[in-house]
């Protein structure tokens, strides 16, 4: 229901394109450096993660913009410097017209 953009402005950032046929595991992955302009279009299935121990950065755009309160929302829901638990996350989703594609976490390889 909304386009994204991602701009890395710091570290690297993968992206995840998951295979809906085999959960956990993925289609496609992409690492982000500094500089990279990703567009994720609507209802294009994806996730991202920071594959480094060093901080990452982006700048996020979100079309309509209503969506930019589920990072809000997010924000609310997890505790500082610990993983954001799966339910608290499909909780949020749910409310931001975003599906789960399978619940497998992603591991940084």
Known sequence: MHDETFYITQGTIRFHVPDPEHPGKDK???DAQVGDYMT?????????SNPTDQEAKL???STPAYYINYFKLLSQMGDAGKPMPAEAN???MALYATTLVDKQPRKNE
């Open 40 to 48: 994720v279009p609507i209802r294009s299935p994806h996730t991202f």
């Open 59 to 61: 700048f996020f755009t």
């Open 90 to 92: 499909m909780q949020a």
């Open 28 to 30: 496609e992955v992409i």
